[in-house]
């Protein structure tokens, strides 16, 4: 198994106005050996450019892709020692299973015995033994990604290469194949690099993700890692689900503690007292300029009645109630922001409700450079 | 009632047009003189049958040279032109060259340029080029000028435009170099396209006849539209050999139609795709 290691690697092209776009600029990313590496991110944020030039599949512009400590620019992608598997699938359609799963290892001229037995191994891997004889198009699209996840299996490559192979599946069988996935990085103890846009699977599958935004790496770290320290606004808004709350506002100091005043011209009522314990120094001392509290949805509860410097007034625009759960969509001022609480008792849109705020849970961002504002003590405990 | 009337309306409509066809069938197993009798038309289950016109018809149009002339010229267009179609229409679907978009213009203005526009200097050149004289060379000049035919490669292109792009990614990871991606992934998936070019190609040169008469000079390089041709002005004129020849000529296309006909289906080039 391998390592893979992406230096200063970027992608432009010529658009159609003849611009020069940049679709990956200047990437650096390490994939250990053995790790699982999503890359994340929203369309166009050039995650699945990054994987094909990873695959050999577009050419670089500039920079390198190392695998196992070569260089592998200019190696075909065949030479790659990688296997793709594709969000469509890409089965050969007029072979049955075995010949898809097979058409590699024959074109490598492996002998007969050995590519039955590959092909063999992999399909009761996968549970395909059964559909062996089959054209893909008696295949549900569960069995045709199963496939397509075969066909990289008996290459026995370096490194596995996933392009958001589960986009085209329905809701049940991506959770399915999801675990499938895990599990078979698990068995096989192979690298794996694997793209999506859907952070659940990213937070899920990862040992690490790799969160992209118009070409550039946002922030490299392990799923929880990334849930708690937000390096960027826009992690922080990426990662979770319902996403992280913001609220703009200023720290100000007075009688010995911290408060969280909120814009004015946001309407939003906020005056939250912070503990000075919650607080690092560095943010302490960045009192009075601007900045963005983020609250996650699950660290905000319902109150009874407003406590002065604890709760939030809101407005209750929408509740959605999910079973284990329920999502209140609120608005302070022109500010809207969600609460995930416990589903229980009676919420009417429109009521006015009361929230407090888990102070120890808080995030704090750069207005201008969405950069995250040092963490306060306990964040940092709790890594 | 209303689900009988479809079926009523549409057996009438077929029976109108196979009227003449069996007409022609009919016919051809009559002796001469009972062809043109008044009223043979509606007593197709009457009078005598015959094999005579059969035999006339293979004697004196030469229709077993004839037969295999016309396979031969079917037979090469159909394969060498699959080949020289296929390889240029998947340049023009997938490889990038300068020029590419102007030079698939001008195959798509040469479809509507059809064969008797450039008959005469097609001539020309194939008798400069020798194609005129001999059996083999003869033979060679009724198939060459329809090897590349611009209708099949604009037809093809489509097809392989359609096909997704990750099928030939994904053969290039699995090893494939770019004869492979043509040969074992794109030409396969585009099966029912291969099929339909192959049916109108014989269709087309099954029934040529102004080529080839101009440049099977001789007799043993004739084909069987040529042979047919011959029938109506060699003398004595025999309709009932006329029509033997029209159905024995007919034959051969309408087998190969029925054969190849079930590789027209629904495409499934898409179904290893979600």
Redesign the interface.
Known sequence: MAQVVIENLTKSYSGKTGANVVAVNRINLTVNDREFMVLVGPSGCGKSTTLRMIAGLEEITAGTVSIDGRVVNDVLPKDRDIAMVFQNYALYPHMSVYENMAFGLKLRKLPKAEIDQRVREAAAMLGLEELLDRKPKALSGGQRQRVAVGRAIVRKPKVFLFDEPLSNLDAKSRVSTRTEISKLHERLGATMIYVTHDQVEAMTMGDRICVMKDGQIMQVDEPLALYNRPANLFVAGFIGSPAMNFFHGSLRAQNGEFRFDSDKSTGAKIDLVLPRSTLSSNLQSDSGKPMVMGIRPENLHLEKAAVAGKTIEAKLELAEPMGAETYLHLQTGSTPFTARVAPTGRHEPGQTVYVSVDSDRLHFFDPTTGEALRQSPIHRTNR | MKRLLPWVLSIAAALLFLAPLLWMLRASFSPETQIFQPGFAGGIFHGSWTLQNYADAWRRAALGSAMLNSLLQVAGIVSVGLLINTLAAYAFARLEFPGRELLFGVVVVLIILPVEVIAVPLFFTARDLGLTAGYGPAMAGLIAPFLAKAFNIYFLRQHFLTL?I??E????????GAW?QFW??AL??I?PALATVVVLDLLTHWGDFLWPLMISTREETRTVQISLANLFTQPPIQWGAILACAVMATLPVLALFRWLQRYIVIT???????
Request: overall charge negative; proline content about 8%.
């Open positions: 997704p990750e099928l990614e994904a053969a290039v990871i699995d090893g494939a492979q074992n992934v396969p998936s099966r499934d080039s898409r179904t290893g795709i979600k």
